[in-house]
């Protein structure tokens, strides 16, 4: 049976598309059949991470969601853009990094009911054996509806007062929506802290699994979103919490 997974945060710039990317990643090479589709249609960004340029973008999610095309026909195939060994598939569906179409968002919104029915649409014609929903940070009509049709929920915070705070509030909200499974996953933690301790604590505050607690690395950094990093970095220690994530995934 097909999963949905949100994966979500309260605020940008938490690692949250790097973290949609690189477990959709681990899941294929698996062998399953992923969809990743991007709902940060504000802001979107994760169609970098795949190597997916936009003159190759021949339909976006808003093209969809503003009735020019169906939901399959914005899913692109990145699976080859990984490298070898990729046992299964990746499908994105990426928003449009246009400015005028970003401002048009913006100005008139679209439907969000719309992204229900495509996120159906999208498993049963691509026989989906997960969708990875990479969310807008915060909460609004759209994130409300994808964290309520979720099976999983994957909050990325980092160990920020910011973060604490914002996480808090959308935790209390996933539980009043009667989420299956609620995740944690801490990211960016400096090395002058205890990867235990971090973990300890978030899960004493929010009463919920943490999943993962991934170190700040500078190779990642350097990356800079120039790809996939457990495809780049299969060795690497971040790389194997990422592995435990998504065993959990899995489960």
């Not at 690692?15 to 940060?40: C, M, Q, Y």
């Not at 679209?110 to 990875?132: A, C, P, S």
């Not at 802290?193 to 991934?214: C, D, H, I, M, P």
Request: negative net charge; aromatic residues 6%.
């Amino acid at each position: 049976m097909s999963k949905i997974i949100s994966i979500h945060s309260f605020r940008g710039g938490t690692g949250k598309s790097n973290t949609s990317a690189n477990l959709a990643t681990l899941l294929a090479l698996e062998g399953n059949r992923v969809g990743v589709i991007d709902t940060d249609i504000q802001s979107p960004g994760i169609h970098v991470l795949f190597g997916l340029e936009e003159d190759k973008m021949v339909h976006s999610l808003n093209d969809y969601l503003w009735g020019k095309c169906t939901i399959n026909q914005t899913a692109h195939d990145v699976t080859a853009n990984l490298g070898a060994g990729i046992k299964g598939k990746i499908f994105l569906v990426p928003s449009s990094i246009k400015a005028g179409e970003i401002a048009r968002v913006l100005r008139e919104g679209y439907d969000v009911v719309l992204l229900n029915d495509g996120f159906r649409d999208l498993i049963e014609t691509l026989q989906l054996d997960m969708l990875i929903i990479d969310t807008h940070p915060g909460l609004n009509e759209e994130t409300l509806l994808s964290i309520a049709i979720s099976d999983y929920l994957l909050i990325i915070m980092r160990p920020d007062q910011q973060d604490y705070q914002g996480t808090g509030v959308t935790v209390e909200v996933a539980r009043k929506l009667n989420v299956p499974r609620l995740m944690i996953v801490v990211n960016k933690v400096p090395g002058v802290f205890s990867l235990t301790e971090v973990k300890a604590r978030v899960e004493k505050t929010y009463n919920a699994q943490v999943v993962g607690v991934l170190p700040h690395s500078d190779e990642l950094m350097t990356l800079a979103s120039a790809g996939v990093f457990v495809a780049r970095y299969p060795d690497h220690p971040v790389t194997a919490v990422y592995k435990q994530i998504a065993e959990q995934l899995l489960r």
